[in-house]
């Protein structure tokens, strides 16, 4: 029996998000599955239930599509970390204590983010295995939050509220540390809670150990 051709670009009746959210959501999880040279855009099209025409539509090229894809999970998390790090900014004027518990805040939300959403990790180190290759991304989509988070320690330490000669040292190597505890617990089968639990609880030693209270 033929079956009735489902028409372009409608998503599957279980799905009704956005076509172009849908699109961006499976070309997502397949270029962080796979890579960029590992999937084609007839994949994306299988994966999202439309035709390979819809995902031209609204995404172009395949770089575009991989463009696009950084670009999503980097609004996802600058709109989590902005958040946070206004409230951190806000902090440093109440003292060194309150500017400290923020800057915990901030990695707890760091952390947070990730864990719910392996898929971001997954999607930079796939990206990182060829460091040569679109680095551009990085400028775009990693770089400013980078620099927001080292612009806040900067001026925490201008501030009296803690010894910070190298922020860009420091935001990459949590940065690093936090994207190889996903890779960890998606390597787990279960829940992970433990591990979840003592990489946050690692986290704010780590913190705690750069950046001791002041002496009274």
């Known amino acids: 029996m033929t079956m009735p051709r489902r028409r372009p670009g409608r998503p599957r009746r279980d799905d009704q998000r956005p076509t172009h959210e849908l699109v961006l959501a499976a070309a997502t999880a397949l270029f962080a599955e796979r890579g960029f040279d590992a999937v084609s855009v007839r994949d994306v099209a299988a994966a999202a239930g439309v035709d390979v025409a819809t ?29 946070a790090g206004q409230r951190a900014a806000e902090a440093l004027a109440a003292g060194p204590a ?17 864990e719910d ?18 680095a551009e991304l ?3 989509y990693s770089a400013p939050l980078y620099a927001q ?13 803690l010894v910070e000669p190298a922020p860009h040292v420091t935001v990459r190597s949590l940065v690093w540390a936090v994207h190889g505890h996903v890779v960890a617990l998606a ?23 750069l950046y001791p209270p002041a002496a009274s």
């Open 55 to 83: 995902v031209a539509h609204h995404t172009g090229t395949k770089a575009q599509l991989y463009d696009a894809c950084f670009a999503r999970v980097f609004s996802a998390e600058r709109e989590v970390l902005e958040a």
């Open 187 to 209: 390597a787990r089968s279960g829940s992970g809670a433990r591990e979840r639990r003592e990489f946050r609880a690692f986290v704010h030693r780590f913190l705690d150990g």
């Open 149 to 161: 988070v080292e612009r806040l320690l900067a001026a925490a330490a201008g501030a009296g509220a």
């Open 98 to 114: 309150q500017a400290l518990r923020a800057l915990h805040e901030l990695v707890d939300v760091f952390v947070d983010f990730l």
């Open 117 to 134: 959403r392996p898929e971001t990790t997954a999607l930079w180190l796939r990206r990182w295995l060829e460091p040569q290759r679109h």
């Open 138 to 140: 990085d400028q775009r």
